[in-house]
């Protein structure tokens, strides 16, 4: 039996946002096996691609030969770079204004590189006839460690790129290095570490696929993909493919997990839209987990240097850093045009410093391209935990408490909206209370107590703290595009006649509840039930233009958006309720769902009243069209900051060296909250991914390039039996510029988390005298540590 859903209007009398546990609109279908995904369409004749990739991480391709593959009886079409070529397809632009292969011409730059497809009747006949092309390489010298990709004697990886004479890709400065380095050179203390944010990947529960229908007929391309953004693609597809943007429409569906692994334009969304265009078929391409592992956007891949300089008795005073990115074969990353390093300027944290600065190196390298934020804000992931754990460093240097000497340092609430050394406003925070809530649940004090009693016995317990500050909710538009397309949201409502109403929004759920959450904005705002509030996202031809979901823009921009235009067909509908209740606009009051009278409860329309007279025969008021909804695009002023305080606690197992987490403490303050069980839920999710990162998970190539990490065998994914009963609690501090006060969510744990684990097992291996030890902490890296051993990345 299925219990009925609890709405927000039964439990809570019409205030759905923050409701309590308002059950997920959407899971009735997921929990049925009713949703739809990429590899659930079934079209009629649809052919199946597959695609050839690359053996090696360099090389010269010499021929390729697809006579035997088109002699397979099931095969339609083989097609190589050279005939995309032919076609001005073989390349197509990256998100970050680099250029990528769509299929390989002259060579290949990574193990996993696109280099033909087979289109045939099934995806077995397309995976058979991919054994019988021919391809010639000749192996080049492959370029795998970042720190000699810019070496003089470094083969060129992108030679196709004019007058590149080297594997720079690019540089990038913020912060006042002179300013920084007096404030050093006059510090009491100055830390310095070197830290590495191994190469992970987002690993989505659903692998990247897409379907494309090209109708020659009416010249009308529609295709059905995985993606996180399906107005900017379509925007890139049109001026690829030189088609006309109005006939192309680009659907997602339901989809399996994005994590910023399906933001970028994958070549193979390209190969399923020439196969469609070339055979006149729908044409679907769906990866395998190999397939996804090995050759999408991976994220992270930063060796940094930090350091941090502070007064003898606890001050930070500055922090420095220089960091040395991999951004793979091609620039894949997807960050606003502005901000190659994405948000990486936030690297100051919490803390109320005098000087930062940061200079970054990025270079190509024969690895799968990428960069992408995987579940972080551009970037924002690998700024915690270099100041995370230089805070800990410095306290370690410093014999200081490491929760005493954040809250030393911490910006005060007085100093908001803060404006940090490289120059990003904080809009709102207030970071002692969540602390201090942190270190309650946690029970501080009493951990340390226990902490110093085991030590005397020998035994491994760590406790790890981190504080985070969060960037996010891209734009501005002024400050922020994506190849040219400024980051604003659209958002579209109608209301029914009869009091029902749906919403069009352009950011794309992955998981995340969207269905629930935007229906809860609008219903708090119009007073229709959430239940009765459709909502539509995730379609080009039905929803308007916008930038899509990742780095947790959805709740700061689109979130906004859809409170924003609610509050427009309110106002529309509290004129049409005075003409319906013959007073003036002033004499109406708004509540639970109903304009009133003033001074006389008796006289009130409903908002469904007033959407049947809105639509409905009668006279409207003067200057009044019929119908009622409204559409807007709404440019957010500033991002949000949200910020969360961590406590981990570890036990090293002194034998063997594993690492059992066994509490984790999560306070969290995304301002507003509107889902508390969405919220919970994106937490734990985002927890888990820190205990991946932080013990188990790592992208690792061997010295000629090939990847080891091409499956979950080899590419470790914590499961329930990894990670503790999680303890979250929260704070709320609006952010002032949003019309709810809500700040993003989806992403703070993932941000947050890493550092915490990472410190608490550093501080457990504090009698081996260990300070910093790299990830993913497996038991080989802890036990290297304990003997005293770096380790090395
Ligand atoms: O962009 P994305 O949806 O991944 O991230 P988000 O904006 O942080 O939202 C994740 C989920 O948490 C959405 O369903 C939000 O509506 C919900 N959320 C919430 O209930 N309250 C907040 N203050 C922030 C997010």
Redesign the pocket.
């Known amino acids: 039996t299925t219990a009925p859903a609890r709405t927000a209007f039964e439990d809570n009398d019409h205030k759905p946002v923050g409701h309590g546990r308002m059950l997920r609109k959407e899971d009735p279908r997921f929990i049925r096996g009713k949703g739809r995904y990429i590899d659930d369409l079934q079209l009629p004749g649809m052919l199946h691609l597959a695609v050839l990739r690359s053996p090696f991480a360099h090389a010269k391709v010499v021929s390729v030969d697809t006579g035997l593959a088109e002699e397979h009886p099931k095969v339609r079409l083989v097609v190589t770079g050279a005939m995309l070529a032919e076609k001005g397809l073989a390349w197509m632009p990256t998100l970050s204004n680099d250029v990528q292969a769509v299929l390989a011409t002259d060579k290949v730059r990574f193990q996993g590189q696109e280099v033909a497809f087979v289109v045939a009747e099934d995806r077995y006949a397309a995976r058979d006839a991919l054994e019988l092309i021919d391809v010639e390489y000749e192996p080049l010298d492959p370029v795998v460690d970042v720190r000699t990709a810019l070496s003089a004697d470094a083969p060129v990886i992108r030679d196709d790129l004019e007058g590149k004479t080297d594997n720079h890709c690019f540089d990038w400065e913020t912060g006042d290095a002179a300013a920084t380095d007096a404030v050093f050179a006059r510090a009491d203390v100055v830390v310095s570490e070197d830290i590495v944010y191994p190469r992970v990947h987002p690993a989505p529960m659903e692998t990247c696929g897409a379907v494309a229908d090209y109708d020659a007929v009416d010249g009308r391309l529609t295709l059905w993909s995985t993606t996180q953004a399906p107005h900017a693609h379509r925007t890139l597809y049109a001026i690829v493919a030189g088609l006309p943007e109005h006939k192309i429409r680009v659907v997602a569906p339901d989809i399996g997990g994005g994590f910023g692994n399906k933001v970028p334009i994958y070549p193979g969304y390209v190969c399923a839209i020439v196969g469609s265009l070339l055979t006149g078929k729908p044409v679907k391409w769906v990866e395998d987990r190999s397939e996804n592992l090995t050759s999408t956007g991976f994220a992270r891949d930063y060796v940094m240097r930090g350091e941090i300089a502070a007064t003898a008795d606890g001050r930070i005073l500055a922090l420095r850093t220089h960091v040395l990115a991999d951004h793979g074969a091609f620039n894949g990353t997807a960050a606003p045009l502005k901000y190659p390093a994405g948000f990486f300027g936030v690297f100051t944290g919490s803390y109320d410093i005098e000087a930062a600065s940061c200079k970054m190196t990025a270079v190509y390298t024969n690895k799968a391209p990428g960069g992408v934020a995987y579940a972080c804000s551009f970037r924002v992931t690998e700024a915690v935990y270099l100041v995370e754990r230089m805070v800990d460093c410095l306290a370690y240097e410093l014999k200081a408490d490491p929760v005493a000497l954040r809250r030393k340092n911490f910006i005060r609430p007085d100093q908001f909206p803060y404006r940090t050394r490289t120059g990003w406003v904080y809009d709102s925070g207030n970071y002692a209370p969540t602390m201090e809530l942190a270190t309650r649940i946690a029970g501080y004090d009493e951990l340390r107590a226990e902490q110093a009693a085991k030590r005397e016995r020998g035994e491994l317990m760590g406790i790890g703290v981190s504080f985070f500050t969060e960037a996010v909710g891209a734009g501005p538009r002024k400050d922020m595009d994506i190849l040219g397309l400024g980051m604003a949201d659209g958002c579209e409502l109608r209301v029914h006649p009869t009091g029902k109403a749906v919403v069009r929004l352009s950011?794309q759920?992955q998981g995340?509840?969207?269905e629930t959450?935007f229906a809860q904005i609008v219903a708090e705002e119009i007073g229709i039930p959430p239940q009765d509030i459709e909502v539509v996202h995730g379609d080009t031809d039905q929803t308007p233009f916008g930038l899509g979901?990742y780095g947790?823009?959805?709740?700061?921009v689109s979130?906004a958006a859809a409170a924003l235009v609610a509050r427009k067909v309110r106002d529309k509908a509290k004129l049409i309720a005075s003409g319906m209740l013959e007073v003036s606009v002033a004499d109406l009051e708004w509540s639970k769902g109903a304009f009133h009278v003033k001074g006389d409860p008796s006289a009130s329309v409903t908002i469904q009243d007033v959407a049947m007279r809105a639509h409905g025969a009668g006279d409207l008021p003067e200057g009044v069209e019929g119908g009622l909804e409204a559409q807007i695009c709404y440019n957010p002023e500033n991002l949000t900051y949200p910020h969360g305080a961590y406590i981990c606690v570890v036990d090293i197992d002194p034998g063997t060296a594993k690492v059992t987490v066994r509490r984790f403490v999560a306070v969290d303050d995304?301002?507003?909250?509107?889902?508390p069980m969405?919220?919970e839920g994106?937490v734990h999710g985002g927890l888990t991914d820190g205990v991946g990162m932080a013990l188990m998970e790592m992208v690792s190539f061997d010295e000629d390039g090939n990847c080891l990490s091409g499956s979950l065998m080899d590419y470790l994914l914590p499961t329930a039996l990894e990670v503790p009963d999680w303890e979250t609690g929260f704070t709320v501090t609006p952010s002032p510029h949003h019309p709810i006060g809500?700040?993003?969510?989806?992403e703070s744990a993932t941000v947050g988390s890493p550092p915490a684990l990472v410190n608490a097992v550093v501080d457990a291996l504090r009698p081996f005298g260990v300070r910093h030890a790299d990830m993913p902490l497996t038991p080989s890296r802890v036990w290297e540590a304990m003997q005293g051993r770096a380790t090395p990345p």
Do not use: F
């Open positions: 950011v759920t995340q509840g969207h959450t979901t947790s823009r959805s709740t700061p979130g995304c301002g507003t909250r509107i889902n969405i919220i994106q809500a700040k993003g969510i989806g």
